[in-house]
């Protein structure tokens, strides 16, 4: 399983950013998706789940500002990050959660993680 988080950087204030997420090696839409980040000093939190329904969840800190999206052709997750603050600023993760194999047998369930890109949001 391979999962590369891209497209962090450093956003002005009130700006935007999208979060991508490239991923290999699990069958991709059975998976339920998600973004983390951790911010330093802290510890990582969850900002947003997408189950294989598309349903998304959004953490209370980002709702209204952050979406998630996947597509299942693509094998992608994408986070969309808007009026961006500074306390925004972490490191932000992918992960898959999967109970099957890539071929199809049933595991016991595990949660994957990529590493992190970077986002900085100045003041």
């Known amino acids: 399983v391979q999962l590369q988080a891209f497209g962090g950087g450093l956003v002005q204030y009130g700006g935007s950013r999208r979060l991508s997420c490239e991923t290999s090696g699990f069958i991709f839409s059975v998976a339920t998706m998600a973004w983390y980040r951790q911010a330093p000093g802290k510890e990582r939190e969850l900002v947003a789940s997408?189950?294989?329904?598309?349903?998304?969840s959004v953490e209370d800190s980002v709702k209204g500002r952050f979406t998630i999206s996947r597509d299942n052709a693509k094998r992608m997750v994408y986070l969309q990050m808007t009026s961006l603050k500074p306390e925004d600023t972490a490191d932000y993760y992918c992960?898959?959660?999967?109970?099957?194999?890539?071929?199809?047998?049933?595991?016991?369930?595990?949660?994957?993680w990529g590493e992190g890109t970077q986002v900085t949001v100045s003041s």
């Open positions: 992960s898959a959660t999967v109970d099957l194999t890539s071929d199809g047998t049933p595991m016991e369930e595990r949660t994957f």
């Open positions: 997408i189950n294989f329904r598309r349903t998304p």
